[in-house]
């Protein structure tokens, strides 16, 4: 992996990591921290792409048409 995208850090105080990470350690330990750069995995079709598949072309639909539909798919879906 490039150096550049990861970082450690040895001996890295518990109680100064955010609760959301630091989970169930105690917050009087001591920790190593790497932080690493990952590639997002999630894709996101470009919009000329989204209007040639047709996903814009049902604009003046109705929320409640629009639930209906999804619910009729939903149905569909689970037979």
Excluded: C
Excluded at 28 to 51: A, D, F, M
Excluded at 58 to 78: H, P
């Amino acid at each position: 992996m490039d150096e550049s995208k990861r970082r450690v850090i040895e001996d890295y105080p518990a109680e100064k990591l955010p609760e959301e990470l630091r989970g169930d350690i105690d917050p009087g330990r001591r920790t190593r921290v790497i932080v690493e750069v990952t590639e997002s995995r999630r894709r996101t079709i470009p919009e000329p792409y989204l209007r040639s598949f047709g996903a814009h072309r049902d604009m003046n639909t109705s929320v409640e048409d629009a639930v209906a539909r999804v619910r009729a798919l939903r149905d569909e879906w689970g037979e």
